[in-house]
């Protein structure tokens, strides 16, 4: 192998090694963060999906935070046992299941609206930079998923 050319087998070359040690350091930026909110990095996922969509029934939660229902109706439960959300049966349909925000979990959203600017001062990056990680991460995501259909 010529000098110039890197080991494509080298780990430090591995996209899946960088994402993978990405997303543990990442979480583990958040830990600190999110502590005082009194929740946990997916409790955090959750929340925003039910502040940005609001009563979403499982199956939508679950495709929104890309989790299957299996991981997420645990989390789920333990959220509802911290008062946070609900899990409602609707009168009209006693099969599907539905999921809302109490009051408290609404109370929630005016305490994260620090963790934004929080992250932004930890990863000591801008929005700019952050946008554009954050675009490229989702044509990574979109390009994998799109592979594993095919």
């Given at each position: 192998?010529?000098?110039?050319?890197?080991?494509?087998l080298?780990?430090?070359?591995?996209?899946?090694?960088?994402?993978?040690?990405?997303?543990?350091?990442?979480?583990?930026?958040?830990r600190?963060?999110?502590?005082?909110?009194?929740?946990?990095?997916?409790?955090?996922?959750?929340?925003?999906?039910?502040?940005?969509?609001?009563?979403?029934?499982?199956?939508?939660?679950?495709?929104l935070?890309?989790?299957?229902?299996?991981?997420?109706?645990?989390?789920?439960?333990?959220?509802?046992?911290?008062?946070?959300?609900?899990?409602?049966?609707?009168?009209?349909?006693?099969?599907?299941?539905?999921?809302?925000?109490?009051?408290?979990?609404?109370?929630?959203?005016?305490?994260?609206?620090?963790?934004?600017?929080?992250?932004l001062?930890?990863?000591?990056?801008?929005?700019?930079?952050?946008?554009?990680?954050?675009?490229?991460?989702?044509?990574i995501?979109?390009?994998?998923?799109?592979?594993a259909?095919?």
């Open positions: 192998m010529p000098s110039d050319m890197r080991d494509p080298a780990l430090e070359e591995q996209v899946c090694f960088a994402l993978a040690v990405a997303s543990r350091s990442v979480v583990a930026a958040y600190a963060v999110l502590e005082p909110l009194g929740l946990t990095h997916p409790q955090y996922l959750v929340m925003l999906a039910l502040w940005q969509h609001g009563e979403v029934g499982i199956k939508r939660l679950s495709e935070l890309h989790l299957d229902p299996g991981t997420l109706s645990p989390l789920v439960k333990r959220m509802e046992q911290l008062g946070l959300l609900e899990r409602v049966r609707p009168p009209h349909d006693q099969r599907s299941l539905r999921i809302r925000l109490t009051a408290a979990g609404v109370d929630l959203k005016r305490e994260a609206l620090g963790v934004p600017a929080a992250m001062e930890r990863f000591g990056m801008s929005v700019k930079d952050l946008q554009e990680a954050n675009a490229l991460l989702h044509g995501i979109d390009a994998a998923q799109a592979a259909e095919r």
